[in-house]
T-cell receptor
């Protein structure tokens, strides 16, 4: 069953601009993770935010979590061409099953 | 070494063939995963091995048969596949199988085409 929904499905911006992606989920979670996937490649873990955290930073990445709204956002500041990729949120599955469930993803294109 | 390797990178097979995908990690991780990913879709979990024992099988058809010979290796044996099984197969590992705390490290994937 699907846990995460991402918005927008696709985003195209100019290099140097900020990119914001959103993820909504349905049931309570222990944590939420963001992964990046370059075209046809494996996923790379970006950041994990726990349910008791509201905001987390890592370099040019800023993640927020609002458990009352069951939503998270990923902000990439000062985007670069190398940020072109698909971005997925992932949460632990409902009913405590020990597995990750990925959202549908946002395809981000950074135009030079 | 924080790398998960997968071989082969590409595989083309007929519906009557038997082939295997291989995954290897040397990070001392005790949980390993197989995911299937169709184009423009998120990865979908197939199997989880925790401490070399199969802990999750997501109702995957028996034409996919996982094997974990040791803590560093994970295989996926393929037999009598269908064209709709064509996809990117991703292997991942994590220190344990605690989803609440563990980061998963992914390999680059095997692009499988079934003719």
């Amino acid at each position: 069953s699907q846990q995460g929904e991402e918005d927008p499905q696709a985003l195209s911006i100019q290099e140097g601009e900020n990119a914001t992606m959103n993820c909504s989920y349905k049931t309570s979670i222990n944590n939420l993770q963001w992964y990046r996937q370059n075209s046809g490649r494996g996923l790379v873990h970006l950041i994990l935010i726990r349910s008791n955290e509201r905001e987390k930073h890592s370099g040019r990445l800023r993640v927020t979590l609002d458990t009352s709204k069951k939503s998270s956002s990923l902000l990439i500041t000062a985007s670069r061409a190398a940020d072109t990729a698909s971005y997925f949120c992932a949460t632990d599955a409902p009913q405590g099953a020990q597995k990750l469930v990925f959202g549908q993803g946002t395809r981000l294109t950074i135009n030079p | 070494d924080t790398e998960v390797t997968q071989t082969p990178k590409h595989l083309v097979m007929g519906m009557t063939n038997k082939k295997s995908l291989k995954c290897e990690q040397h990070m001392g991780h005790r949980a390993m995963y197989w995911y299937k990913q169709k184009a423009k879709k998120p990865p979908e979990l197939m199997f989880v091995y925790s401490y070399e024992k199969l802990s999750i099988n997501e109702s995957v058809p028996s034409r996919f048969s996982p094997e974990c010979p040791n803590s560093s290796l994970l295989n996926l044996h393929l037999h009598a596949l269908q064209p709709e099984d064509s996809a990117l197969y991703l292997c991942a590992s994590s220190q344990h199988s605690r989803i609440s705390t563990d980061t998963q490290y992914f390999g680059p994937g095997t692009r499988l085409t079934v003719l």
